[in-house]
């Protein structure tokens, strides 16, 4: 779909139903795209929020589709993206999510585009299209496109046109999932917070509290977590010389 026709395509849409006589027009400009990093993103979300760059670090996989109400194959693919945002939706572990930036025009305002998104039920992220989105997105002649972002912000795959059926958009997010997942290889472990000595109500810090919780517990009036230290002076019980430490370094004694 021409992005220049969107004004004549909108009339002629109210005397038509969508239909593949509107079909996008595949082109390989969007390729010369693969390896650019999308920066300077500050979109504006139909609800009224802020997409930047950060928003691809929250994803292995961020699936970029560019689409307009008046466009005719975005229309008719859109139900296969709801289907695969609904799917990684349920699936968080799978880190996958869905961008969808709307080309606006007279024929495609951001009113139009949230009624449309809104009575259809389609509830994945969509934004207003931004220069920086715009500028990737320039590169093809016609919509719907869609490109393929890793968590960088580098775009790793380029589609122009339609997808005949979600399980055709979820092989091309599986296959650079399995990818970029490998790339990024095992994610280190965070330090591991240690209990501090004498710290038993967990507030990280040694108080009188702690010295009293440790006095009960002595005396089987209470019981302590399994990962607290207790016995602070390391002579395998919990008793009352170890409320007493405790105690003084509370008191700032020790």
Same mark, same amino acid.
């Given at each position: 779909?021409?992005?220049?026709?969107?004004?004549?395509?909108?009339?002629?849409?109210?005397?038509?139903?969508?239909?593949?006589?509107?079909?996008?027009?595949?082109?390989?400009?969007?390729? $010369?795209?693969?390896?650019?990093?999308?920066?300077?993103?500050?979109?504006?979300?139909?609800?009224?929020?802020?997409?930047?760059?950060?928003?691809?670090?929250?994803?292995?996989?961020?699936?970029?589709?560019?689409?307009?109400?008046?466009?005719?194959?975005?229309?008719?693919?859109?139900?296969?993206?709801?289907?695969?945002?609904?799917?990684?939706?349920?699936?968080?572990?799978?880190?996958?999510?869905?961008?969808?930036?709307?080309?606006?025009?007279?024929?495609?305002?951001?009113?139009?585009?949230?009624?449309?998104?809104?009575? $259809?039920?389609?509830?994945?992220?969509?934004?207003?299209?931004?220069?920086?989105?715009?500028?990737?997105?320039?590169?093809?002649?016609?919509?719907?496109? +869609?490109?393929?972002?890793?968590?960088?912000?580098?775009?790793?795959?380029?589609?122009?046109?339609?997808?005949? $059926?979600?399980?055709?958009?979820? $092989?091309?997010?599986?296959?650079?999932?399995?990818?970029?997942?490998?790339?990024?290889?095992?994610?280190?472990?965070?330090?591991?917070?240690?209990?501090?000595?004498?710290?038993?109500?967990?507030?990280?810090?040694? +108080?009188?509290?702690?010295?009293?919780?440790?006095?009960?517990?002595?005396?089987?009036?209470?019981?302590?977590?399994?990962?607290?230290?207790?016995?602070?002076?390391?002579?395998?019980?919990?008793?009352?010389?170890?409320?007493?430490?405790?105690?003084?370094?509370?008191?700032?004694?020790?």
């Amino acid at each position: 779909m021409k992005k220049t026709a969107s004004v004549i395509l909108a009339a002629l849409l109210t005397l038509f139903s969508f239909t593949s006589a509107f079909a996008a027009v595949h082109t390989d400009d969007l390729n $010369n795209t693969i390896g650019m990093t999308i920066s300077g993103v500050n979109a504006t979300d139909v609800h009224g929020g802020t997409v930047t760059d950060e928003f691809f670090g929250n994803a292995v996989v961020t699936v970029i589709n560019e689409w307009a109400t008046w466009c005719g194959p975005c229309v008719s693919e859109m139900p296969h993206f709801q289907t695969v945002h609904e799917y990684y939706s349920e699936t968080p572990e799978a880190d996958v999510q869905i961008l969808g930036s709307i080309y606006i025009s007279s024929s495609c305002t951001p009113a139009s585009a949230l009624q449309f998104l809104d009575s $259809n039920g389609y509830t994945w992220t969509n934004v207003i299209e931004d220069n920086a989105l715009a500028t990737i997105f320039n590169n093809s002649n016609s919509i719907p496109n +869609t490109i393929i972002v890793d968590r960088h912000g580098v775009i790793r795959d380029a589609h122009v046109g339609s997808f005949s $059926n979600a399980a055709q958009l979820q $092989n091309l997010i599986e296959s650079w999932y399995s990818t970029l997942l490998e790339e990024e290889g095992p994610i280190e472990p965070g330090p591991v917070d240690e209990p501090i000595p004498g710290d038993v109500d967990g507030d990280e810090q040694v +108080t009188v509290s702690d010295a009293l919780l440790i006095m009960r517990a002595a005396m089987s009036l209470a019981e302590l977590g399994e990962d607290v230290i207790a016995d602070v002076n390391d002579d395998g019980t919990v008793d009352i010389s170890d409320a007493l430490m405790v105690m003084r370094v509370a008191l700032g004694l020790n």
